[in-house]
């Protein structure tokens, strides 16, 4: 059985965000992931994970200007001081919550001069990483271009190919079941073809994004019972907009 964990920034939103991690708990989740934390004080967030038990297992680089329709930048030219600076933030994150994977978001970006960007970021990154943080793994992850227009990693193939290139033991495949299924129509090939490079899974139905139960497009059981079957040892994480109540769809963990 794959080691649950859930996305507090999508869920639990009737809450603040700083009351997160003390409501999953209270609702029996043990591991959280958190898109962005940068709003939130390290200490306030290390004390919640602490007293509570729970474990941070993903974070996001930062995207503060998402609002403005911005989607991180490590593969837009010209932006890489930026983006030197925001990995630099998110290490002291992951350093100080324990978290052992970083998603390095790639922004809004086209063409071969953000495909070089990109390469040399990452490159940088997992080198700067390996140095600095050797127990953390980065990850790149392909976004349906549907949800999310103009980001530059929208391929399956695209992040193998750049994954392959690079060849670094600390960065790996992000894995989204609800993208891969909007991207390549068949989520149980996209993972036969790509799964051995993944260190992190998240889930959604296929159907609003909403909690990944049995009966939808993607065969969630089936999907889980391949993770058991291929030995995937990370976390699969709940990435979805709840249908109702937050606690009451948690049903999803226990059922699986």
């Known amino acids: 059985m794959p080691r649950f964990a859930l996305n507090v920034t999508l869920a639990f939103v009737e809450l603040p965000l700083s009351a997160r991690i003390p409501a999953a708990s209270e609702a029996g989740v043990e591991r959280v992931e958190m898109l962005f934390p940068y709003a939130l004080r390290v200490d306030d967030l290390r004390a919640q994970l602490e007293g509570t038990g729970t474990r941070m297992v993903l974070i996001n680089t930062p995207a503060d200007d998402w609002a403005a329709g911005g989607r991180g930048?490590?593969?837009?030219?010209?932006?890489?001081?930026?983006?030197?600076a925001d990995f630099a933030r998110s290490l002291d994150y992951a350093a100080a919550l324990d978290v052992p994977v970083l998603h390095v978001m790639a922004g809004l970006a086209a063409g071969q001069d953000a495909a070089d960007t990109f390469i040399e970021n990452l490159d940088w990154a997992t080198a700067t990483a390996a140095r600095l943080a050797?127990?953390?793994?980065?990850?790149?992850?392909?976004?349906?271009?549907?949800d999310m227009p103009?980001?530059?990693l929208i391929d399956f193939d695209q992040a193998a190919a750049i994954l392959d290139r690079l060849g670094r033991p600390n960065l790996a495949l992000q894995?989204?079941?609800?993208?891969?299924?909007?991207?390549?129509?068949?989520?149980?090939?996209?993972?036969?073809?790509?799964?051995?490079?993944?260190?992190h899974v998240q889930v959604a139905a296929a159907e609003g994004r909403h909690e990944p139960l049995p009966g939808g497009a993607i065969d969630y059981p089936a999907f889980f019972a391949r993770l058991d079957a291929d030995g995937y040892a990370g976390i699969v994480s709940g990435e979805y907009v709840p249908a109702d109540d937050t606690v009451a769809g948690l049903r999803w963990m226990q059922d699986a």
């Open 73 to 84: 930048a490590a593969a837009i030219p010209g932006e890489t001081a930026r983006f030197r």
């Open 134 to 146: 050797p127990g953390l793994t980065l990850t790149i992850e392909p976004i349906n271009p549907d």
């Open 150 to 152: 103009g980001y530059f």
């Open 175 to 199: 894995f989204d079941a609800y993208h891969a299924h909007r991207i390549t129509g068949d989520v149980m090939a996209a993972w036969a073809r790509h799964g051995h490079r993944a260190a």
